[in-house]
């Protein structure tokens, strides 16, 4: 079967960095991505990967390692408004969307 | 802007009586998603359209039934929600569901069953 996995919740400290794991066995690769999930509302879309190696965009950096089916995302000088579910989808060769429960960031002041 | 709209933000119903969510776009996408989210869990895929094309997910029950009359709507039939079917619905797009192609989401509807 298909499955991603992701910490259930993390605990970080405003102004601080946490790093968000993802793995993940699929029936093939066609990229993944990260999204990012206030409660209550959508999902909005923070990054894609399909190469190996970081991708960064301001605060948020998004890493991925297809040999080891395996990917973080890395949040930066942490703010309030961060907290929100962080969700990690796998493309597979069906072009599915396979995605991943979230992981639950709290900032803590 | 374009965008994804679903009405209504939030739908209260009564056990077995028949609802529809419903959820516009101007992105002019090819594909449009329709997804259950429960608390703390993953979106699940219940079926989407390319174009035309419906595609229904093998676990999605009769229950749930989708309509697509044109490229800008779609809507989301439930026949006879049970108390299981309370979730949020998430509405997406994607130009053409491919590689990098991200999706699209709306704000989603909060389904309540009583």
């Known amino acids: 079967g298909q499955n991603i996995d992701q910490p259930t919740e993390m605990t970080a400290t405003e102004g601080a960095i946490v790093q968000i794991n993802c793995t993940y066995q699929?029936?093939?690769?066609?990229?993944l991505f990260w999204y990012q999930q206030h409660a209550g509302e959508a999902p909005t879309f923070l990054s894609y990967?399909?190469l190996d190696g970081l991708e960064e965009k301001g605060r948020f950096s998004s890493f991925l390692s297809r040999s080891k089916g395996y990917s973080y995302l890395l949040l930066k000088e942490l703010q309030m408004k961060d907290s929100a579910s962080y969700l990690c989808?796998?493309?597979?060769?069906?072009?599915?969307?396979?995605w991943g429960a979230g992981t639950k960031l709290i900032i803590k002041p | 802007d374009a965008m994804v709209i679903q009405n209504p933000r939030y739908q209260v119903t009564q056990f077995g009586k028949p609802v529809t969510l419903s959820c516009s776009q101007t992105?002019?996408?090819?594909?449009m998603y329709w997804y259950q989210q429960k608390s703390s869990q993953a979106p699940k895929l219940l079926f989407h359209?390319?174009?035309?094309?419906?595609?229904n997910e093998a676990d999605t029950p009769d229950n749930f039934q989708s309509r697509r009359p044109n490229t800008s709507f779609c809507f989301l039939d439930i026949r006879s929600p049970g108390l299981g079917d309370a979730a949020m619905y998430l509405c997406?797009?994607?130009?053409?569901?491919?590689?990098?192609?991200?999706?699209?989401f709306g704000s989603g509807t909060q389904l309540s069953v009583l």
């Open positions: 997406a797009t994607s130009r053409d569901g491919q590689g990098a192609e991200k999706l699209f």
């Open positions: 992105l002019n996408h090819n594909v």
């Open positions: 359209y390319y174009d035309k094309d419906f595609n």
């Open positions: 699929t029936s093939g690769f066609n990229g």
């Open positions: 990967n399909v």
């Open positions: 989808a796998v493309r597979d060769s069906n072009y599915q969307l396979i």
